[in-house]
Every structure is written in structure tokens, then in C-alpha cells.
């Protein structure tokens, strides 16, 4: 099976700008979580998504938002982006309706915020 | 919500001898704890993982321990190789998630000297 994909890779945004980024879970895979990266405050949960519903979300502020669709690939948007916002931008699928399960990464997308 | 704690922040070992990553949880609840690695410029990748019912897990070079009672797991690696250098990342499920939802440690960068 293909494994999970983000696009796009890398992204250069100015403050004040929005960005909206990609998620392709594995097939068969109906979760899908956003997780934000930075080297200060490591790995920090966004939300997630399981059959276009919002399941669990994470401390971040509205201006995170994302959504998830019927074919389960996932999109997550920024609005008026800030200089903090800089990081890698991180999906996971998984499988299990229910509880916890194996979590698949994506290759993840850089943000940069100038 | 769920916290979890990894230390220490960095490892040095010599080829060949034992790591040990340990990871505190706050949330008796907890009953998912995934390992993941992370590469340099790359996606993290799942390593090992333990359930709440078992104790001990074995992978060939790699062993995860779970105590429950003192809220805290373990990653061991055994006859490091450099290869084994990267960052690890431990993760506990969170119960007001569902235990969909995954809090990850900040991560420790293991160091492997030839």
C-alpha cells in the first residue's frame, strides 16, 4: 500500500497570509490527525479527524482549522499566519474506529513564515 | 489532558552497548504507549508499541517496559549501531480523547559513536 502523502512538501508565506495543506491517508485508513512540529515544543496534537467529523482537537487557536472529506483525505488551513506559525506540519492515518492504533506519518509539510 | 515527560533530553553511547529512553505519564488512564523514530529530514516512524495489558514487548534489538503502577515505560535498545542514531519519541494515548489522541514527549536525540 501507497503510504501516507502531504503536499505540498514546503511552503514560504508571508504573516498575515493563510495556507491550506494536504493529506492522503493510507487506503482504507479513515483517521487522520495533524500534528505541528518545532524544535522547542516537539510534536503537539492539532486534531483529528475520523468520517469528516472532528473527533478530538488539540490547544491551538481558531485559526487552525481543517476539515476531512469523504474519500478521508484530510486539509488543514491557517489564517493569518504569524511568524510562530513556522514549523513542519505533520499527518498521521490510522485505521481503528475506535481507541488507540498505530499511527502512520506523512513526510509532512515545512512551513515557513516570513 | 494527558502529559508525558522524556528524559533525558540527549543520549551519547558507544557502539555496541545499551540505551535506555525512559517516559513518564500523568493519566492512569493511558493504555496505548507508542515509540517512534525520527530520522534527520525525515517522518517519524513507528518503532514499538505497548498496550496497558501487557508488561514487556520484545522487536529483536529493540524492548519496551510498562509499569503501570509508577506511570512509566521504557525503550531499550540493545548492541546500538550507528544507524540507531536519530530522535525518539514516546507517546501515551489520551483518555479524554478517546485514546484516539496521541501526547508525545519532546523527544530525546540518541547519538551513537562508532
Known amino acids: 500500500k501507497a503510504g501516507v502523502t502531504q503536499t505540498p512538501r514546503y511552503l514560504i508565506k508571508t504573516r498575515g497570509q493563510q495556507v491550506t495543506l494536504s493529506c492522503s491517508p493510507i487506503s482504507g485508513h479513515r483517521s487522520v490527525s495533524w500534528y505541528q512540529q518545532t524544535p522547542g515544543q516537539g510534536l503537539q496534537f492539532l486534531f483529528e479527524y475520523f468520517s469528516e467529523t472532528q473527533r478530538n482537537k488539540g490547544n491551538f487557536p481558531g485559526r487552525f482549522s481543517g476539515r476531512q472529506f469523504s474519500n478521508s483525505r484530510s486539509e488543514m488551513n491557517v489564517s493569518t499566519l504569524e511568524l510562530g506559525d513556522s514549523a513542519l506540519y505533520l499527518c498521521?492515518?490510522?485505521?481503528?474506529?475506535?481507541?488507540?492504533?498505530?499511527?502512520?506519518f506523512g513526510p509532512g509539510t515545512r512551513l515557513t513564515v516570513l | 489532558g494527558e502529559n508525558v515527560e522524556q528524559h533525558p533530553s540527549t543520549l551519547s553511547v558507544q557502539e555496541g552497548d545499551s540505551a535506555v529512553i525512559k517516559c513518564t505519564y500523568s493519566d492512569s488512564a493511558s493504555n496505548y504507549f507508542p515509540w517512534y523514530k525520527q530520522e534527520l529530514g525525515k517522518r517519524p516512524q513507528l518503532i514499538i508499541d505497548i498496550r496497558s495489558n501487557v508488561g514487556e514487548k520484545k522487536d529483536q534489538r529493540i524492548a519496551v517496559t510498562l509499569n503501570k503502577t509508577a506511570k512509566h515505560f521504557s525503550l531499550h535498545i540493545t548492541e546500538t549501531q550507528p544507524e540507531d542514531s536519530a530522535v525518539y519519541f514516546c507517546?501515551?494515548?489520551?483518555?479524554?480523547?478517546?485514546?484516539?489522541?496521541?501526547?508525545f514527549g519532546k523527544g530525546i536525540t540518541l547519538s551513537v559513536r562508532p
Open positions: 507517546a501515551a494515548s489520551d483518555p479524554a480523547g478517546a485514546n484516539s489522541k496521541l501526547t
Open positions: 498521521a492515518s490510522s485505521l481503528a474506529p475506535v481507541g488507540p492504533d498505530t499511527q502512520y
